[in-house]
Nanobody
Framework: QLQASGGGLVRAGESLRLSCEAP????????MAWFRRAPGKEREFVAA????????YYAEFVKGRFTISRDNAKTTVYLQMDSLKSEDTAVYYCARTRTNNFPQVSSALYDLWGQGTLVTVSS
């Protein structure tokens, strides 16, 4: 029920904006997050945003480069990715958590996932 899009092939230093549409009546009631899985690696947390959108949290390796945001009226969460590096190459997933504690960085606490969108950054 989560539809991620916006991935593609870019060069190092360029930008991409990912979108995740979640046509859920309860979208505005829960925090959302982005994770990623690079080739040969485990899935890892990237960023999270509270249900209100007023608070965000980032993995250290994307701080200052990525920005998570949401539009509850459009039931969509975004990930603006700037200054991309080759090591950002991965499949990016959006996810929803119904837990109240924020932030949640463990994927086990997310119950609804998008299908993933591939981001490839060439050096």
């Amino acid at each position: 029920q989560l539809q991620a899009s916006g991935g593609g092939l870019v060069r190092a230093g360029e930008s991409l904006r990912l979108s995740c549409e979640a046509p859920l009546r309860t979208f505005g009631s829960y925090a959302m997050a982005w994770f990623r899985r690079a080739p040969g690696k485990e899935r890892e947390f990237v960023a999270a945003i509270r249900k209100s959108g007023r608070e965000t949290y980032y993995a250290e390796f994307v701080k200052g480069r990525f920005t998570i945001s949401r539009d509850n009226a459009k039931t969509t969460v975004y990930l603006q990715m700037d200054s991309l590096k080759s090591e950002d190459t991965a499949v990016y997933y959006c996810a929803r958590t119904r837990t109240n504690n924020f932030p949640q960085v463990s994927s086990a606490l997310y119950d609804l996932w998008g299908q993933g969108t591939l981001v490839t950054v060439s050096s």
